[in-house]
């Protein structure tokens, strides 16, 4: 069985952060390229951040600066800072987990809310 579960969502003021993380079981981690989603209401789910098995990351440009995804495979976790947030960070983020060889093997978390007030 694969599980891939996010924590660490939730309500923050503008300009303040927070830290998601997201821990996998059942596949070998590190052979998977990690990344976060977000979906806010009304809009397409989007990419924020990925970071390959071997380590190389990515962001979208909206956030880059402000947010950093990290992974430790000795945890199988991978993990995404936010700060700076903003209320357009608003959003359910899910965690992706894709394998960097067999594109089919796709798996996603259940998502966790985390909504910046202004």
């Known amino acids: 069985q694969v599980h891939v579960v996010e924590s660490g969502g939730g309500l923050v003021q503008a300009g303040g952060s927070l830290r998601l993380s997201c821990a996998a079981s059942?596949?070998?981690?590190?052979?998977?390229?990690m990344g976060w989603f977000r979906q806010a209401p009304g809009k397409q789910r989007e990419l924020v951040a990925a970071i390959t098995s071997d380590g190389n990351t990515n962001y979208t440009n909206s956030v880059k600066d402000r947010f950093t995804i990290s992974r430790d495979n000795a945890k199988n976790t991978v993990y995404l800072q936010m700060n700076s947030l903003k209320p357009e960070d608003t959003a359910i983020y899910y965690c992706?987990?894709?394998?960097?060889?067999?594109?089919?093997?796709?798996?996603w978390g259940q998502g966790t809310q985390v909504t910046v007030s202004s």
């Open positions: 059942g596949i070998i981690f590190s052979v998977y390229n």
């Open positions: 992706n987990a894709k394998h960097r060889s067999f594109m089919w093997s796709d798996y």
